[in-house]
């Protein structure tokens, strides 16, 4: 079993799982070149079935046994696959249009909870990203792969297995549902908000987001107006 060493200051190990699919190779390149280029936090893309050959192609690439649009099933085959793989204490799992502040994400106290994301309806809403400790994770793959639970969204699929085993999901609406001309449900994560994740973010949208945490975007605005001299200081001097 590889180990999977990367803790946050609790001592927490977790792994990132990211939902995609075979033809969305822009919007894995998108996060790869943002918010996942200087993480060390152990992360994968995962994939149905027919996408195996692209694990060659693409390392961070976790295909399952499953359809690639078979969301719930694809999901749940890989928290087995990860399970039987890694050592971890924590799986956070979001979609390949998220963008996410790693930073926010290790610091939001999910090692206190067993579910964690913001509420859509009965279940934590997928794009957003949750969060599931090992314990449910090996409570949730108790089910079989052709349970009728898993069936319809894979979000869907994971509020009726908490259901289904007793978990309780808490809320944190700091993930945030949506972003985006059709669907816009909340704050884009900036450097002045509280904002941990934000969905429906395009590959151009993503990199606008990103830059704005970035030391070279506030040197330029530096250098365009004195007065952003204190917001580069309390973004950056602590890490300067």
């Known amino acids: 079993m590889e180990r999977c060493d990367l803790k946050n200051p609790k001592n927490n190990k977790i792994i990132i799982l990211i939902l995609s699919g075979k033809d969305n190779k822009d919007r894995r390149d ?26 060659a192609q693409e390392p961070d690439i976790l295909w399952t046994d499953s359809p690639d649009d078979n969301l719930p099933r694809k999901l749940i085959s890989a928290y087995q696959r990860v399970s039987d793989r890694y050592d971890f204490d924590y799986i956070f799992t979001c979609d390949d249009d998220t963008y ?42 108790q089910a079989p792969l052709d349970h009728l639970i898993l069936t319809g969204p894979s979000d869907v699929a994971i509020g009726n297995l908490a259901k289904m085993y007793t978990v309780n999901l ?25 904002k941990i994740t934000s969905h ?40 300067a």
């Open 30 to 55: 998108a996060q790869r070149q943002t918010w996942l280029k200087n993480t060390n936090i152990p992360y994968k893309f995962v994939l149905g079935n027919e996408a195996d050959i692209l694990e």
């Open 200 to 239: 429906y973010l395009g590959p151009e949208l993503m990199h606008k987001v990103h830059t704005q945490f970035t030391r070279l975007y506030w040197k330029r605005m530096l250098a365009q107006d004195p007065k952003f001299q204190q917001a580069y200081n309390i973004l950056f001097q602590a890490n």
């Open 170 to 194: 808490h809320e944190d609406n700091r993930f945030v549902q949506g972003h985006s001309s059709i669907k816009r449900h909340g704050e884009l994560p900036m450097p002045f908000n509280d």
């Open 100 to 141: 996410v502040v790693v930073e926010r994400l290790l610091d939001c106290g999910f090692e206190n909870h067993m579910y964690m994301g913001t509420r859509w309806k009965n279940h934590a809403e997928g794009g957003a990203g949750f969060f599931l400790s090992r314990e449910t994770i090996e409570r949730f793959t």
